[in-house]
């Protein structure tokens, strides 16, 4: 599995590229035309665009993605489905500007997985906490946590739908769950073990 992360030109937000054999998979995808790029000189099957949460610094890419790969699945909460077609819901409008995404094609509402192949699936665990609509994605020994948790960061929670009860619990519940070697990749800035991460 090879992991690539590339930072949005839009506030700095992570996408990440993961190519397994010969498929590919993107969390949260960028609209940048570098990051298209990257995806195309693959040259393999873009199978998922799996979503962390629906503020509009991760979600940006999915309509450009959606019309090169008609086959594509996006996949993401329930909330995060009704946040991606509403600039409010979304926080577009506040940035000055009214996204409309295109519909999600996997909803997930509980603890869920998808299987890549014989030896490998995605696990995905909705999260509250940073907002509404989010969601941990597990790939092997990786974590990909979206704004939940940043390194060295109190998480922020006073965006519409933010609680910091809710962060507690997901602390909590990576803690309970995973291993402390577990590689976090986070929404945005370096990845980290899940041995340092702290509740602030
Ligand atoms: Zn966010």
């Known amino acids: 599995m090879l ?29 940048d035309t570098l990051f298209i790029q990257m995806i195309l000189q693959k040259k393999k099957l873009l199978r998922y665009i799996i979503l962390t949460h629906e503020h509009i610094d991760h979600i940006m890419g999915i309509n450009r993605l959606k ?10 909460t329930d909330y995060t489905s009704t946040a991606i077609p509403n600039p409010k819901k979304n926080l ?9 995404g295109v519909n999600v094609d996997k909803i997930i509402l509980t603890s869920d997985l998808i299987k890549i192949n014989d030896y490998l699936s995605i696990n995905l665990f909705p999260c509250k906490g940073h907002s509404r609509g989010g969601m941990f994605i597990k790939i092997g020994d990786y974590l990909f946590c979206g704004d939940e ?5 109190k998480t922020v929670t006073k965006l519409p739908g933010g609680n910091s009860n809710e962060v507690i619990k997901s602390f909590d519940f990576l803690k309970a769950n995973f291993h402390n070697e577990t590689i976090i990749y986070p929404g945005h800035g370096e990845k980290f073990l899940l041995r340092e991460l702290k509740i602030w």
């Open 3 to 31: 992991i690539t992360c590339f930072q949005n030109i839009f506030l700095k937000a992570n996408s990440y590229l993961i190519e397994i054999d010969d498929q590919l998979i993107v969390i949260d995808p960028s609209e």
């Open 67 to 76: 019309k090169m790969f008609e086959k594509v699945s996006i996949v993401a």
């Open 92 to 100: 577009s409008v506040f940035h000055g500007f009214e996204f409309v």
């Open 149 to 153: 948790f940043i390194f060295e960061m």
